[in-house]
């Protein structure tokens, strides 16, 4: 079973940055996709970033230029480096694994706030 822990979340302005975290417990990590979404109120979960096994990064083109995803497998933990936070930006963003079609994991999350 995997688990996986969000940290970093919290209440920002305009312009600012923050840097989520999420830890994943078990061996598979280092072989899984890692990726991060998002859910406002009354929306649809989105995909925000994703980072494959090999190191290769996907955006939403909302973020892009402003978000950065990275992970570190020996450490078990991936990081959204999000820098000029817009309001739009709101959400609870959740991490998630996925080690195959069927071997999908996710975090509870983690509540981003942009004060305008």
């Known amino acids: 079973q995997v688990q996986l822990v969000e940290s970093g979340g919290g209440l920002v302005q305009t312009g600012g940055s923050l840097r989520l975290s999420c830890a994943a417990s078990?061996?598979?990590?280092?072989?899984?996709?890692m990726g991060w979404y998002r859910q406002a109120p009354g929306n649809e979960r989105e995909l925000v970033a994703s980072?494959?096994?090999?190191?290769?990064?996907e955006y939403a083109d909302s973020v892009k230029g402003r978000f950065t995803i990275s992970r570190d497998n020996a450490k078990n933990t991936v990081y959204l480096q999000m820098n000029s936070l817009k309001p739009e930006d709101t959400a609870v963003y959740y991490c998630?694994?996925?080690?195959?079609?069927?071997?999908?994991?996710w975090g509870r999350g983690t509540q981003v706030t942009v004060s305008s």
């Open positions: 980072i494959t096994r090999g190191g290769s990064q």
């Open positions: 078990g061996s598979i990590f280092r072989l899984s996709t």
């Open positions: 998630n694994l996925q080690a195959g079609i069927y071997e999908v994991y």
